[in-house]
């Protein structure tokens, strides 16, 4: 029982408090101007005082605290005060506080947010080439100075699309410089995208930057069709040629630098192929080709192998059936000398008769080639003799 008295004689207190604070909230564009109401409820005679987010009295009752021209008393009386704020800045941001010297003191909250719209945007581009011949177009679209930061998204072909998009705060850390980057690898004469920033202060509204490849195409004809019409210390800086060529310097680092930073998403505007997907079909087919040259010569280098296996068999089995045959004749000699030595020396007789029968017939041609070869040579002394007598 006790215990639910004392929660009572808590929570009336509280309860008073929480209903004599209230809080409000008001969102402005920088450099316009805001009013600032309090009214009071009770009629008797009570001071009231507007206090800045800083901690310093702006007026209390009609007697200025800070001696500031962008502060104005708009209306004052004994239940409302009323005051102006004049061409407010992020340095007015904050929270203001009306307060009602009465008991208790009551007290109003006023939030005030700054927003700052952004700038028109700039719309850059570089060409940048890469060691294997393929070209791509790097699109920049840039918006400074906003709170909060804005959105940007690239619009191609009736598609809205997000590129990589880097903010970087001012020394403030109010204030946002916002870059949004596109990368565009094929593109038509006739493709074109829209860069379009949306935000808060612009009330629904939106800026739109428009960029077409055409201007980019003519550039690079007219650039290859006179390569060497004048020197680049030459060129007028506002000519499109030499705006490339700076872009070309300056943007290639600035990407290199926000590569670690963003993400970045590649389009293709043109039905024609991509020339980074004709490279890679080209370098698949190259690979392949190779492979299949290395794999017929692997094929060929296993076939001479064993064609090389082959006659290298063939030649042992050659070599080793004519050495059978040649010792098989030679045992076959030394045998059957053996034979005739060993019948010899076991018989102990002369020669057989067909052995003697050839050495008869030997020695009977060779009589007769004897007697007929002195048969001629005295016909020949025969018919010399008449020659000489005539």
Known sequence: ?????????????????????????????????????????????????????SGFTIYLD???????????????????????????????????????????????????????????????????????????????CSTTRSKPPPQITWLLNNIEIDGKTHREFETDGKKCNSTSTLKVHAYSKNSKVDCIIRHEGLQGGKLVEPFRFEDLVTNQETTSEAPERSS??????????????????????????????QTTQDIDLSTAPNPQYLGLVKKKSGILLLSLVFFLIFILFIIVQLFIMKVRKAHVVWKKENEISDHTVESYRSRSNNEETSSQEKNGQAPSSSSKGCITYITQLYSAAKTKAHQSKQKEDHTDIPESIV
């Open 1 to 53: 029982m006790w215990w639910r008295v004392y929660c009572l004689l808590i929570w009336f207190p509280l309860q008073e408090a929480f209903l004599t604070n209230h809080t409000e909230t008001i969102t402005v564009e920088e450099g316009q101007t805001i009013t600032l109401n309090c009214v009071v409820s009770q009629t008797m005679t009570t001071s009231l005082e507007w206090v800045a987010p």
């Open 62 to 140: 009609d007697r200025p605290g800070l001696r500031n021209s962008k502060y104005q008393i708009l209306h004052h009386s004994t239940y409302q005060f009323s005051i102006t704020v004049h061409n407010v800045s992020q340095e007015d941001e904050g929270v203001y506080k009306c307060l009602h010297y009465s008991s208790p003191v009551r007290t109003k909250e006023v939030k005030l947010i700054v927003i700052a719209t952004p700038f028109k945007p700039t719309l850059e581009y570089s060409v940048n080439r890469t060691q294997n011949g393929e070209e791509h177009v790097i699109l920049k």
């Open 232 to 261: 680049p210390s030459s060129q007028d800086p506002q000519q499109p040629t030499s705006t490339v060529s700076v872009l070309l310097e300056t943007g290639t680092s600035e990407i290199d630098k926000e590569k670690e930073e």
